[in-house]
C-alpha cells in the first residue's frame, strides 16, 4: 500500500477532503544534474493536492492522517489515463492510413492525422467514463488510514514551511 501524510481539510459523510503536497523522487536518481525535472519542480512542483478520501477512522477537519492507496490501484489508473488513449491514437492512426492508401487518396497524411486525433479522442472519452464508473469501487478509493505520528506530523509541517 502506498501511503502518504495529508491534512483533513473539511468532512463530507464518509468522505474526508485531504490536502497533501505533490512530491517528486529528486534526490534519489543517478542523473544528478543532467536531468531537468528539479527545474521544472521549482516551478511546478510543491504544489498542494486536495483529494477526497474515505474516512473509517472518523477524522476531523485539522487532524493530520495517513491515506493510502492499493498499489495495484495505481497501476491501473496509469494504465488508464496513459496507455489507452495512446494505443487508441496510434490505432486509429494506422487504421486511417490504411483506409486512405485502400481508397487510392493521393495524400495518406491528412486522413491518418485526422484519425488518430479522432482515436485520441475517443480515448480520452472512454478514460473519463471508466473513471466515473470506477470512482465507486471502494478498492480504488484512497483511505484515511491513521492519525499520523509525531515523526510524520512534523515531516509534513516542514514541507508546508519550504513553500
Known amino acids: 500500500m502506498l501511503e502518504e501524510t495529508a491534512l483533513v481539510t473539511s468532512l463530507d459523510g464518509a468522505f474526508a ?21 528539479p527545474l521544472l519542480n521549482k516551478y511546478f512542483g510543491n504544489r498542494k493536492v486536495s483529494v477526497r478520501a474515505l ?9 493530520k492522517v495517513v491515506v493510502g ?32 492508401e485502400r ?8 486522413a491518418s492525422v485526422f484519425a488518430g486525433l479522432l482515436g485520441l479522442l475517443m480515448g480520452l472519452m472512454w478514460t473519463r ?13 484512497l483511505v484515511i488510514l491513521r492519525l499520523a505520528n509525531t515523526h510524520s506530523s512534523w515531516r509534513f ?7
Open 55 to 63: 474516512n473509517p477512522i472518523g477524522a476531523a477537519p485539522g487532524d
Open 129 to 141: 467514463y471508466h473513471t466515473v464508473r470506477i470512482n465507486s469501487c471502494k478498492r480504488s478509493q
Open 17 to 37: 477532503q485531504v490536502e497533501t503536497l505533490r512530491n517528486t523522487t529528486c534526490g534519489g536518481c543517478q542523473a544528478g544534474s543532467a536531468c531537468s525535472t
Open 157 to 163: 509541517a516542514s514541507k508546508n514551511l519550504s513553500l
Open 69 to 100: 492507496l492499493e498499489e495495484s490501484a495505481l497501476s491501473q489508473a496509469s494504465v488508464r489515463f496513459y496507455l489507452v488513449p495512446i494505443l487508441m491514437l496510434i490505432g486509429f492512426a494506422g487504421f486511417g492510413q490504411w483506409l486512405a
Open 103 to 110: 481508397s487510392s487518396l493521393v495524400s495518406t497524411e491528412p
